[in-house]
């Protein structure tokens, strides 16, 4: 029995099946690189945060020291009034 659509399939499932194969595999690629993309961002963000968190606790420091100034320095004026 031949049959047409039987050798049209034959000939052609071979081309399909890489086609699929190459498919998948650049997807897998693409999503992997994507990833690493985002892997890369958080910990960019995670040193960030980390730079934020010193940079408020120095700021702290500098405003407390700045208020124990003050206060000296006003005590100081009233002093020499």
Known sequence: MYS????????YAGS???G????????AYFASKMHRKIKD??????????RILELEALNYRLEKKLSDGEKRFSKEAMMMN
Do not use: D
């Open 4 to 11: 047409p659509l039987l050798n049209i399939v034959f000939q």
């Open 16 to 18: 399909v099946l890489a």
């Open 20 to 27: 699929i194969l190459v498919a998948v595999l650049l997807k």
């Open 41 to 50: 961002y958080q910990g960019e963000i995670v040193k960030n945060h980390a």
